[in-house]
Each structure stands twice: as C-alpha cells, then as structure tokens.
C-alpha cells in the first residue's frame, strides 16, 4: 500500500525552529497537492498548510501564518514544513496527506495518501 513518510520532528523550546519532511518512496509526488496537518491529545486533526502540485499556490491556518512556511522539491519526491517561533501550542503529532485535488486536500482535509506522523513537541 502506497504511503507518505514522515520525518524532522521532534522536542524543541518554545521559539525554536524544525523542518519536518513528507516523502514518497515508491511513487511521485509531482501531481499532487500536498498539505500538512496536525493534532494535538484531545483535539481533533486540523489543517496546517497546503501546496499545490506545482507549488505555485500555498495556503495557511491563521494560527501559523507568518511562522511557517511549505514548499516541495519535486527533484527530491519531498515536501517541508518549516517551523519557526514555535510555540507551546504548536505541539501535535504532524500528518502530511496527498491529494490530486488541492480543494478537496486543503479544504476537506480528504487525502488519497497518508503518512504515519511525526511527533512535534515545544516545552521548555
């Protein structure tokens, strides 16, 4: 079964920096939107950001705008999430999810793939 693959989380202190990476081993991400998303212990998953298959187009929850940042580098099958001026708040298990349609990913969070998660965790 085909599968994202997650990986860059891990513990940070509040106001630091990680770059998580959404991979494809096995097929190319080069038609697709991808988006990221999050959930937190209790808390249902919600969107973080999305980029279109030629990345020209990206979206952002109002909660990270201006901290994080998305691009893919199809040359490397790859997507990143850049998180800077991390805050406790952010901390979640992070999801990257594919989808040929960039409405129906970003939007209705529906994902033809799926990765595992990664762990993202800010405390001091």
């Known amino acids: 079964q085909l599968q994202l693959v997650e990986s860059g989380g891990g513990l940070v202190q509040p106001g630091g920096s990680l770059r998580p990476s959404c991979a494809a081993p096995?097929?190319?991400?080069?038609?697709?939107?991808v988006g990221w998303f999050r959930q937190a212990p209790g808390k249902e998953r919600e969107g973080v950001s999305c980029?279109?298959?030629?990345?020209?187009?990206?979206n952002y929850a109002d909660s990270v705008k201006g901290r994080f940042t998305i691009s893919r580098d199809n040359a490397k099958n790859t997507v990143y999430l850049q998180m800077n001026s991390l805050k406790p708040e952010d901390t979640a298990v992070y999801y990257c999810?594919?989808?040929?349609?960039?409405?129906?990913?970003?939007?209705?969070?529906?994902?033809?793939?799926w990765g595992q998660g990664t762990q993202v965790t800010v405390s001091s």
């Open positions: 980029i279109s298959s030629s990345g020209g187009v990206t």
């Open positions: 096995g097929f190319t991400l080069d038609y697709y939107a």
């Open positions: 999810a594919a989808q040929a349609e960039l409405f129906r990913l970003c939007v209705l969070m529906v994902g033809d793939y």
